[in-house]
């Protein structure tokens, strides 16, 4: 069965300082990670999924196979970046194709 | 990116009625659309599968005869809370994807007396 560990409940970083969130995933076959965030009273939107290798609003986030992570960093967080921040896998091959898992989420704040 | 349509955004009924949450893909044709639970300050939950045209799929623990949903169409799908009850009180969220990425609703909060 596939699981998403998100360790993390709350985290609180100041303006400015670098931040990481922490993800974790099982899963025996080829998945998909994505970054989902819900600002406060907005929708959940994606922030980015591992494929692209984008980066969006500074965030980046890697997948390590080995580690089977997939951490989300920005290196100077700001205040608007306070949020709700999911980590989800998706099978990408299998018979579920397009459902996510999620993780428990984290929930950052950024202080000025 | 693709929008999801959810209606409606909050809802109060009494205990022992039904309450229909439709889903909309306003831009794309979705021939599957995902209907997910999430409580108070954690994490959505899937519940089921909708599939145009044909039966959903149900997460393990989620009763199909109490949440009937209906996918009658390629931009279209219904989720039915029957015979709803306190604690069937939660935040219900859809989502459809034009590709494998999920576009979510902005969610009903389903408060039952």
């Known amino acids: 069965a596939q699981r998403v560990t998100q360790p993390e409940k709350l985290l609180s970083v100041f303006k400015g300082a670098p931040v990481e969130l922490k993800c974790n995933y099982s899963?025996?076959?080829?998945?998909?990670l994505f970054w989902y965030v819900q600002y406060s009273r907005q929708r959940l939107q994606l922030l980015l999924r591992h494929i692209s290798r984008e980066s969006i609003k500074g965030f980046t986030a890697d997948l390590n196979k080995g580690e089977t992570s997939f951490h989300l960093k920005k290196p100077f967080a700001q205040e608007e970046d306070s949020a709700m921040y999911y980590c989800?896998?998706?099978?990408?091959?299998?018979?579920?194709?397009?459902?996510?898992?999620f993780g428990q989420g984290t929930i950052l704040t950024v202080h000025p | 990116g693709a929008v999801v349509s959810q209606h409606p955004s909050r809802v109060i009924c009494k205990s022992g009625t039904s309450v229909k949450i439709e889903c909309r893909s306003l831009?794309?044709?979705?021939?599957?659309m995902f209907w997910y639970r999430q409580f108070p300050k954690q994490s959505l939950m899937l519940m089921a599968t909708?599939?145009?045209?044909?039966?959903?799929?149900?997460e393990q623990g989620v009763e199909k005869d109490k949440f009937l949903i209906n996918h009658a169409s390629l931009t279209l799908s219904t989720l039915t809370v029957t015979s709803a009850h306190p604690e069937d009180s939660s935040f219900y969220i859809c989502s459809a994807s034009p590709a494998n990425i999920q576009y979510f609703g902005a969610g009903t909060r389903l408060s039952v007396l």
């Open positions: 909708s599939n145009e045209g044909s039966k959903a799929t149900y």
């Open positions: 989800a896998l998706s099978d990408a091959g299998g018979t579920s194709y397009g459902k996510l898992t």
């Open positions: 899963y025996s076959g080829s998945p998909e």
């Open positions: 831009d794309f044709q979705a021939t599957t």
